[in-house]
């Protein structure tokens, strides 16, 4: 089935424990991107990559890193999570190009204390 | 990328057509108009895109105005499982293809 995995679903931590959330998608699609959700201010994105090796900000970067070894995974990192950073985060991938639809993941929610 | 405007919430019966509208007065002619929509606080859910053709899958239709300035997402017959809120979106081509998410409209499926 085609899909987009996140992990974990669910996580709560302490402010400055590095955490990492992964993404991975079976669908071989060149780009993948993060978003996170907030009450009132709907999907921001915060990373994305257009392929293996290339990786932009998007809106709402700070405090967040990103890399893209693999075409199939495109994990999210916080390095000293603070807890302005608790949201429900999204990844994303479609293939490149124009009219090409993207496909999310179900979602991290993250609680950082 | 072209903004658009939707209204804020709709109700609709079971079983009933559910048409969404969505203006987009700015669309540039090679902009896409796409569909989403999300259940309570799961991945945001892809239904459907076009450019200036009427499209229809297995989930819903989608009308665009000649001039594509205005488009209606219909979904046929409406279930409780079809309250959520729904997205339209516009998007160009390439670039940072960054799905810009605005507060959408929250239809509501009644009994």
């Known amino acids: 089935e085609a899909q987009v995995t996140q992990n974990p679903r669910y996580l709560i931590t302490v402010t400055g424990k590095k955490l990492t959330v992964t993404c991975s998608q079976n669908m071989n699609h060149e780009y993948m991107s993060w978003y996170r959700q907030d009450p009132g201010l709907g999907l921001r994105q915060i990373y994305y990559s257009m392929n293996v090796e290339v990786t932009d900000k998007g809106d709402v970067p700070e405090g967040y890193k990103v890399s893209r070894k693999e075409k199939r995974n495109f994990p999210l990192i916080l390095e000293s999570p603070s807890p302005n950073q608790t949201s429900l985060y999204f990844c994303?991938?479609?293939?490149?190009?124009?009219?090409?639809?993207?496909?999310f993941g179900d979602g991290t929610r993250l609680s950082i204390l | 990328d072209a903004k658009t405007t939707q209204p804020t919430s709709m109700d609709c019966a079971e079983g009933r057509a559910a048409n969404l509208p969505c203006n987009h007065s700015t669309i540039s002619g090679n902009e896409y108009v796409y569909w989403y929509r999300q259940i309570h606080s799961q991945g945001p859910q892809y239904i459907i895109h076009g450019l200036k053709n009427n499209e229809t899958n297995e989930m819903a239709s989608l009308i665009i105005t000649e001039d594509r300035k205005s488009s209606t997402l219909i979904l046929p017959h409406a279930t409780l499982r079809d309250t959520a809120v729904y997205y339209c979106?516009?998007?160009?081509?390439?670039?940072?293809?960054?799905?810009?998410f605005g507060p959408g409209t929250r239809l509501s499926v009644l009994p």
């Open positions: 979106i516009v998007r160009g081509g390439v670039g940072g293809q960054n799905f810009v």
């Open positions: 994303a991938s479609s293939f490149k190009g124009s009219g090409q639809p993207q496909h």
